[in-house]
């Protein structure tokens, strides 16, 4: 039985993966490749090597900036048109609203819509947009080619994730490949956006409010946004630390159970000096953080919030508001209880 087989494979290797050629009048046996030679891999193979070589983090980049940017970059036509025309109506219709407010209000009254409700509606289609619009990156991201399992690792370049965070909260996670922090980030910068539209719209559209109503309405939109700004800012600075945290140490990409395994391997190589090899860079980072925040209370005392309060209130009681300059006086007690200016 064994003779048989040994005998056997090599004619059915020679069948199957060799063929006679006549070269110069000799025969001679030529080795075939299988993979190459099968016709559906010789069709898979361009497909897949075209798919896998569009970059995520340039797909992502791309939407971010430009809605569809990163789909017609993947080749997804359909979903880059669709997102671009979202793109066009989001910035189109807010503009076109507050550009003929007065026009649009009046006829509005006419079907009794208030002021308020026509707020609230363009409030509505502002934040669904901007949910869009992340949507739009996050879709870019994934449709560049990654397969269920398969975890991208990130740019090469050292500190761009951190320009970008600096530029966009969430931008750096996803292009060092951490998408479930880019994701958190990016809804924070979405509260962001989502409080610089408030705050310029309603001082805008605030000598067109006539009703009480509207009016406290408009005040009440305008303290949340107001109160949105602090938050937002502290998580920008934390969006940007962990961009350059991420950067210098690429461990960091790993998810939490291979990270802790691979300090426990370390620490059973090298001792207690390996670990603190590690634990330097987050020391330097977060003495540098404690800086900056030196350095800040210092420029910014205490006072200066409080005549930053006091001023605030003021202008709002000159512009015959009376919600935000009560949430105000509430605010500087709860913070500045010996405020000298109240």
Same mark, same amino acid.
């Given at each position: 039985?064994?003779?048989?087989?040994?005998?056997?494979?090599?004619?059915?290797?020679?069948?199957?993966?060799?063929?006679?050629?006549? @070269?110069?009048?000799?025969?001679?046996?030529?080795?075939?490749?299988?993979?190459? =030679?099968?016709?559906?891999?010789?069709? !898979?193979?361009?497909?897949?090597?075209?798919?896998?070589? /569009? !970059?995520?983090?340039?797909?992502? $980049?791309?939407?971010?900036?430009?809605?569809?940017?990163?789909?017609?970059?993947?080749?997804?036509?359909?979903?880059?048109?669709?997102?671009?025309? &979202?793109?066009?109506?989001?910035?189109?219709?807010?503009?076109?609203?507050?550009?003929?407010?007065?026009?649009?209000?009046?006829?509005?009254?006419?079907?009794? +819509?208030?002021? =308020?409700?026509?707020?609230?509606?363009?409030?509505?289609?502002?934040?669904?947009?901007?949910? +869009?619009?992340?949507?739009?990156?996050?879709?870019?991201?994934?449709?560049?080619?990654?397969?269920?399992?398969?975890?991208?690792?990130?740019?090469?370049?050292?500190? %761009?994730? &951190?320009?970008? =965070?600096? @530029?966009?909260?969430?931008?750096?996670?996803?292009?060092?490949?951490?998408?479930?922090?880019?994701?958190?980030?990016?809804?924070?910068?979405?509260?962001?956006?989502?409080?610089?539209?408030?705050?310029?719209?309603?001082?805008?559209?605030?000598?067109?409010?006539?009703?009480?109503? #509207?009016?406290?309405?408009?005040?009440?939109?305008?303290?949340?946004?107001?109160? %949105?700004?602090?938050?937002?800012?502290?998580?920008?600075?934390?969006?940007?630390?962990?961009?350059?945290?991420?950067?210098?140490?690429?461990?960091?990409?790993? *998810?939490?159970?291979?990270?802790? #395994?691979?300090?426990? !391997?370390?620490?059973?190589?090298?001792?207690?000096?390996?670990?603190?090899?590690?634990?330097? %860079?987050?020391?330097?980072?977060?003495?540098?953080?404690?800086?900056?925040?030196?350095? =800040? /209370?210092?420029?910014? *005392?205490?006072?200066?919030?409080?005549?930053?309060?006091? #001023?605030?209130?003021?202008?709002?009681?000159?512009?015959?508001?009376?919600?935000?300059?009560?949430?105000?006086?509430?605010? $500087?007690?709860?913070?500045? *209880?010996?405020?000298?200016?109240?």
């Amino acid at each position: 039985m064994v003779s048989w087989t040994v005998c056997v494979s090599p004619a059915i290797f020679f069948h199957t993966m060799a063929k006679p050629s006549q @070269i110069g009048g000799e025969t001679v046996w030529l080795i075939n490749d299988a993979s190459s =030679s099968s016709p559906s891999n010789a069709s !898979n193979a361009p497909a897949v090597r075209d798919e896998m070589e /569009r !970059n995520p983090a340039v797909a992502f $980049s791309l939407s971010l900036l430009v809605w569809g940017g990163g789909q017609f970059y993947n080749r997804q036509w359909q979903l880059g048109i669709f997102y671009l025309l &979202a793109m066009v109506n989001f910035y189109l219709v807010p503009t076109v609203i507050m550009h003929y407010w007065s026009t649009i209000e009046s006829g509005l009254a006419t079907l009794d +819509v208030t002021a =308020s409700e026509l707020l609230a509606a363009l409030g509505i289609f502002f934040l669904t947009g901007l949910m +869009v619009w992340v949507m739009n990156a996050v879709q870019a991201y994934y449709g560049a080619g990654l397969y269920e399992g398969v975890m991208y690792e990130g740019v090469r370049l050292p500190f %761009l994730p &951190a320009v970008c =965070s600096l @530029i966009i909260p969430g931008w750096g996670q996803f292009l060092n490949g951490q998408t479930k922090k880019g994701v958190c980030f990016l809804i924070a910068a979405m509260g962001g956006l989502y409080a610089v539209a408030v705050a310029l719209v309603i001082p805008f559209l605030w000598p067109t409010l006539s009703n009480e109503v #509207d009016r406290r309405f408009a005040e009440g939109a305008l303290f949340v946004a107001w109160m %949105l700004v602090p938050p937002v800012l502290l998580v920008w600075i934390g969006s940007v630390y962990d961009a350059v945290k991420v950067c210098v140490d690429p461990l960091k990409k790993q *998810p939490i159970r291979e990270r802790f #395994d691979a300090a426990i !391997n370390r620490m059973r190589m090298k001792g207690w000096g390996g670990v603190w090899s590690q634990l330097q %860079l987050t020391l330097m980072l977060s003495l540098y953080l404690v800086f900056c925040l030196a350095v =800040s /209370r210092y420029y910014f *005392p205490q006072g200066y919030y409080v005549s930053l309060i006091h #001023d605030l209130r003021t202008q709002a009681s000159n512009q015959q508001m009376v919600v935000i300059p009560q949430r105000l006086d509430q605010l $500087s007690r709860m913070i500045f *209880p010996a405020d000298p200016n109240r």
